[in-house]
């Protein structure tokens, strides 16, 4: 009998109070960001949450406001707190704000989560870009829960949390680049050790790793892992674009605070970099700590021994005694130290087999205990600018082209992301591009109009031939753009790649040599014509504000009767006029069905 006067107690003062207040409630921007909502076309709402789990409402993931009534009357209703302790974010905000007749959270299992992880602060985690995964080409962000009692030396071992597409493991690299673009994989949020992270990205992957706690109170970081705790009903479509690893982290944290709305400029794109760089203008971020990969530790190592230390480690590195190479001790440190960091970094590269190498290892490091001599190697060079310090990865530009046969034109073009050898290289990888939805449209003195280029993507990573790695280099191109014909300029739609070798320091001068093919086809050229030949280039760093570029190739085409060659020189030389604005000046010689000459300047603006 009480507990049905209870029943109908509660069912009457949820119904009043739904009357009243509970609109304003559901609308309100803290309870849209616990649900993941985001507002559609004519003032309607959907949750980025994709799995049912999530929600009390069979209508929840379109309806706020019916979600918050089901959410309300599972609190309330409910015999135990089995329904607080899922979604104990929403509970204590509810709480807080609109019902403090309710008792406290008690949920010993989020008691003995939070002791373990005995959390104090968060830290961001950039992990920089890695070309040869295209998930990872514009980099990673993950977040690391720093404990009470943590020091340096006890990072590796505190907890991280890592949102990742769940990929299809029998997916080629095609088809999970095109799923990652489509929203094909479920996303969801993870929690793991620190160490495996560290060892995916600064070992296997060898990127470099830039570390940046987070500005958050206490009370603060327990809201966040309140709604990290509600994440384990939680699946995402996953778009590498859009709504990736970084827009997720952001979606997050953004729970800290009632005034935090992080994603809300991130519609269309959300670039990792980007992302760090909207948390510094929070003012979140804190100065980061620099974590150098294991490659770069190699190279840095490498820099400063000769040629002769170098071949006595390699030796040691493939097993052969220190003995046999009769070295005093001031000389056995640096030769023992580089043997052993490149039979680390070839164990963990080229998946070497533990059995074997783990023992060579351990007669390494026990050989260099012998000797009680300090390091001589002097640590790697903090990279002058920080990735949250460089351009944004959107550009706009005006153009103004002139050319030799073709009435001149005036245009804009826009790049979604991100990145281009000739860009100003601060906070970016030297000597990689990732240039994606590269689009220029413009108009003559005619007033027509014309789409001068779309290259959906145009990528190219030259990683230079040294001492230790023989490296080889890459780019793709995929797109239409225009060619000179013997009428008219024509467009074209083309696929293009190369593969060969680089040499010289992407700091400073650097240059390439490329074997390449092309596949194109358009309303000149009567079928599918294919080509083979070679692209070569070279770029130089003149200043640390200017940067010239060299590049031509020559291509034999086949199936295409007009012409039998398809040729191109270009010179571009880029000012750039401060961290966000660029002046680019470029000549450019292409041949072929006629030749012709171009002139081009652009105004360039990164946001």
Known sequence: MHRLLLLCLVLFSSAVFSSTVTKDIAYNPYWLKLGHYNQQRFSSYESEVDSNAFFFSPVGKSDPHAELMATIKAFELADNNEAQCRFPARYRWLKDHFFPQWPELLCPEIDVWQQLINPKGITLVFPTAFMNDPSSMF?????????????????????????????????????????GVIGQYPGKFTLMPYYRKVREYNDLESRDIWEYPLNLSEPEIQRILLHLWEMQWAT??????????????????????????????????????DTVAALKQYGLLQPPKYRAASGSKLLNYESQLTDEQLVMAQALRDGKPLHDLSLSAKDAVPVLEMAYEWLNYQYYDQGLARDEIAPRLTRLLHQRSKYHVVSPFEPPQIPRVSPEQGHGSARIGAVVSHYENSVNRVGLSYRVAYHDLLDNAGGFIPGAQISFFDVEASIDNNERLFLERLYVIDAMSLAPDNRLFDSWSWNVRVGYDRQPTLKKRAGRSFIQGGYGKSFGDANHFQSYILASSLLQTGSLIDSLSFALGSEAGAIWQVTESQKLALSGQALWLFNEPRSDKHIEFSAHWQIALAQNWGFRSSFVYQDWQVSEQQFKLQLLHYF
């Open 139 to 179: 980099g990673h962000t993950l977040l690391r829960i720093d404990a009470r009692d943590q020091t340096r030396s006890r990072e590796l071992i505190a907890f991280a949390v890592n949102f990742a597409a769940e990929p299809d493991a029998t997916d080629n690299a095609a088809l999970y680049a095109l799923k």
């Open 236 to 273: 995402f479509d996953y778009f590498f674009i859009d709504e990736n690893c970084s827009y997720q982290l952001l979606a997050l944290l953004q729970l800290a605070r009632d005034d935090l709305f992080l994603t809300s400029e991130f519609s269309t794109h959300a670039i990792p970099s």
